[in-house]
Each structure stands twice: as structure tokens, then as C-alpha cells.
């Protein structure tokens, strides 16, 4: 959302990594009445050992597995731990409120302050923030006031923050591209790349386990990620052994990231996959779907979600409902947010209960969006950005009657 804000804007972007944001939190200081124990194994106890015996040999023990253990109280916050996130973000918080930010009251890690005029918008998640304004001289001045306050240079030289300007920016695994006027293109093709070498090595090793797929009439031309029959299920099918199992799930565990960041049309296939994880069948059912799925990502991998909004301020939205598809006899959801180029935001699920009609599929349908409705115009109007219109558009009328109307519009079966 805030990408789209500004492209359209035509917005100065900067990505900035905060580094060692965590090392520079003293857990004692910043919170007296927190403790973080945390119990280490293996080899980190070994090297411990053996850089301070003095302080840590004396304090190990051994465990059934032969595995050295030891038990230690952090002084300093340690990435990983819940703790050291919630004192990073309380800290960066408290940074940008002494500079005049407030958090938009819709997601606690996007900020605005207004400068000259415009809005100075920084997003961050953990230590990696997005900032943008329409000023280039103000988001230098962001920058330098964040590497004033973050920033320490170790003995050895390392310790610098980093900071990317231009155009094209990598942020959280993607890449946004902003050089097309009013327009942000964004990519994943190291992710898209690594799925492709853990998949071809899947299929060498398991080369003899995995029967062939054969495709099915009239699927020559992979048109969409899913098979006609994505939701179709046999329960007689034989079960992928246990070391497959875990290719099938390490696959469909990185396909979700990229789902989720830059390929929503994978939306139908990943949302029956996931569900696939725990016993995926061999040849004839999940694993075919899965096939299916990567080749689609093969010839599509380098197309862009281009996304895109215009001066309107109407938001668009499309919903509709798949009935009854799934095998336990429920409907398929799925929805997006248009506002001129693009699903800039998007849903695709299993509905949690069964439904009589398709209208009341569609019904069901809408109440599964309505939270991201009304979010996103809650969210964007806290940026600054004048909403006109939140409109939900079906293709059943009488869901939209009922929606509008309520029990005027119901009969017996409602």
C-alpha cells in the first residue's frame, strides 16, 4: 500500500538496514524487571569454552545426547529471542516520536510526519525500514538523523548502516521497481531461483520415487498455477515417504513467501497445497499439483506484479465465491483490492463453514474480506489519503441484496 502511494506520488524512496540493531540493546538497562535465559547446545558451548573457560567451563553440563549444554542470562539482547524485538521496536518508536512522527494508528510499524508540506512516511519491519517523500533532501535528512542515533563503527570496520537510493530496491525479499512512472513493479528472483534449484535437486534424488506426470488432455498450455481438478482429493492415493514429505513441504513453505509478496495468481493452487503438507499423496494427486505449479512459475517467473492507483480515491474491490469445491463440501474465497493497476492487496481461502447456496457462499465470501475492507480504508485515509469511495463489487444479486438490505431481502432458507 504504501509502495503504491509512492509511485503515485512520484516519491523519493530509501531502503536502510539498521545494523546490530539488537546487540545495541542492553536487556538490563532497558528493562530491570526482564530476565532473558536462554539455554544454549553444541558447538556455541564448545567455542564459548574455549574463548572465556574461566567464566563458562565451570557452568556446562551434558546431556543424554552427549550435546554440551549451558545455561546463561543475556545481558544484551540476542536476535531471535521475543524479547530483544520488543525492546528494538520500543526504542525505534520512541525514536521517531522524539522526531515528530506518529504511528499510524492502523499498522504500529508505519510512521508519518509531515515536512514541507508532504508526507514523510517510514515503514519498518524489525531493523529494515522504506522511507519516502517527495523531497530528496528530506529523506537524506531522515537518514542521517537514523545513522546519528544507530550507527557504531566496530574496531574492525564493520557496523555501517546501509542505505540504498534509486529506483530499484531491495526490501524484505523483493524487488520494487519505481523507475516507470506512477507505477511499482515487484519481483522475487532469488526466491523464484532458489525454488528452482530445491525442486530440480528434489527430482534427482527422488528421481525413481517420483513416477513421471503425465498431463491430462487439453493441459498442454499452462494457462493458470492450478489443475482443473486442483481441489479434487483421493484419499486412496498412495503417500509420499517420509524424507519426500519434506522436499513436498520445504517447497510449498518458500512458494508461500513468494505467494504472499509478489504472486497472488498463485493464490488457488497454494491455498490447497498448504493443507497438503502433513500426508501429500505420491504421482496422481498433490505431488502432480505441485508439478503443475512449477512449471506455470518456469514460464511466468519473470513477469512483475505491476501495481498501480490513481487520484480518485475509490477503491475497488472484487469478491466472489467457488461453491462447495472443497472435499468436506465448502466454499472457496477469494478477493482483491483494485485501484488502478493490479491486486495491490489480495485474499485467496477455504471458507471455515459449509454453506447451502452460492448466495449464501458469496455472503460468506464478503465476510471474509470485510476486515481487509475496512482496514485498508481506515489505513489510508491515517496516510493522508482522501477515501471517496469503498466499493465491494459480486456477480449475485441477491447476496447484494441481502448485504444491503438485510432481512427484507431474506426468504424462508435465510
Same mark, same amino acid.
Given at each position: 500500500m504504501t509502495s503504491v502511494i509512492d509511485a503515485l506520488e512520484r516519491r523519493d524512496v530509501a531502503t536502510v538496514d539498521i545494523p546490530n540493531a539488537f546487540v545495541q540493546m542492553v536487556v538490563a538497562e532497558a528493562e530491570k524487571d526482564y530476565r532473558v535465559i536462554v539455554r544454549l547446545r553444541g558447538r556455541i558451548v564448545e567455542i564459548l569454552c574455549e574463548i572465556a573457560p574461566e567464566v563458562y567451563l565451570p557452568y556446562f553440563t551434558v546431556n543424554k545426547k552427549g550435546e554440551k549444554i549451558l545455561i546463561v542470562q543475556c545481558l544484551n539482547a540476542l536476535y531471535g529471542t521475543m524479547v530483544a524485538s520488543l525492546l528494538y521496536y520500543k526504542k525505534f518508536v520512541k525514536s521517531l516520536e522524539r522526531h515528530g512522527f506518529k504511528l499510524n494508528p492502523y499498522d504500529p510499524c508505519v510512521a508519518n510526519k509531515t515536512v514541507d508540506g508532504s508526507v514523510l512516511t517510514v515503514c519498518f519491519h524489525v531493523d529494515d525500514c522504506k522511507i519516502s517523500h517527495k523531497s530528496k533532501k528530506v529523506?537524506?535528512?531522515?537518514?542521517?538523523?537514523?545513522?546519528?542515533?544507530?550507527e557504531v563503527i566496530f574496531e574492525d570496520g564493520t557496523g555501517a548502516m546501509k542505505v540504498h537510493r534509486g529506483k530499484v530496491h531491495k526490501y524484505l525479499g523483493m524487488h520494487m521497481d519505481f523507475s516507470h512512472k506512477g507505477e511499482v513493479h515487484l519481483t522475487m528472483p532469488k526466491h523464484l531461483?532458489? +525454488?528452482?534449484?530445491? #525442486?530440480?535437486?528434489?527430482q534427482a534424488k527422488f528421481n525413481d520415487d517420483f513416477i513421471e506426470v503425465k498431463r491430462r488432455p487439453g493441459s498442454k498450455n499452462q494457462l493458470t498455477s492450478a489443475p482443473i481438478d486442483i481441489f479434487v482429493v483421493n484419499e486412496e492415493c498412495k503417500k509420499l515417504p517420509e524424507e519426500q514429505r519434506e522436499v513436498f513441504h520445504c517447497l510449498v513453505a518458500k512458494f508461500v513467501f513468494v505467494w504472499k509478496? @509478489? $504472486?497472488?495468481?498463485? /493464490?488457488?493452487?497454494?491455498?490447497?497445497?498448504t493443507k497438503r503438507v502433513k500426508q501429500p499423496d505420491l504421482d496422481l494427486d498433490d505431488w502432480r499439483k505441485l508439478v503443475h505449479l512449477m512449471d506455470y512459475l518456469r514460464a511466468d517467473r519473470n513477469r512483475p506484479? +505491476?501495481?498501480?492507483?490513481? $487520484?480518485? /480515491? +475509490?477503491?475497488?474491490? #472484487? +469478491?466472489?465465491?467457488?461453491?462447495? @469445491?472443497?472435499?468436506n463440501g465448502r466454499s472457496h474465497t477469494g478477493g482483491g483490492l483494485y485501484m488502478k493497476k493490479g491486486f495491490i492487496i489480495s485474499q485467496c481461502g477455504g471458507q471455515k463453514l459449509n454453506t447451502r447456496s452460492s448466495t449464501e457462499a458469496e455472503i460468506v465470501g464478503v465476510d471474509d474480506c470485510m476486515t481487509l475492507v475496512l482496514w485498508v480504508h481506515e489505513f489510508l485515509i491515517a496516510q493522508g489519503i482522501a477515501v471517496r469511495q469503498n466499493v465491494i463489487l459480486q456477480d449475485n444479486k441477491s447476496s447484494i441484496l441481502l448485504e444491503e438490505n438485510g432481512k427484507a431481502s431474506a426468504g424462508k432458507r435465510m
Open positions: 529523506v537524506d535528512e531522515t537518514i542521517e538523523w537514523l545513522r546519528d542515533e544507530y531461483e532458489d +525454488i528452482q534449484v530445491t #525442486y530440480d535437486a528434489a509478496q @509478489v $504472486k497472488p495468481d498463485i /493464490g488457488v493452487a497454494m491455498s490447497f497445497l506484479l +505491476i501495481l498501480a492507483a490513481d $487520484k480518485t /480515491g +475509490i477503491l475497488i474491490w #472484487y +469478491i466472489d465465491a467457488a461453491f462447495a @469445491v472443497h472435499a
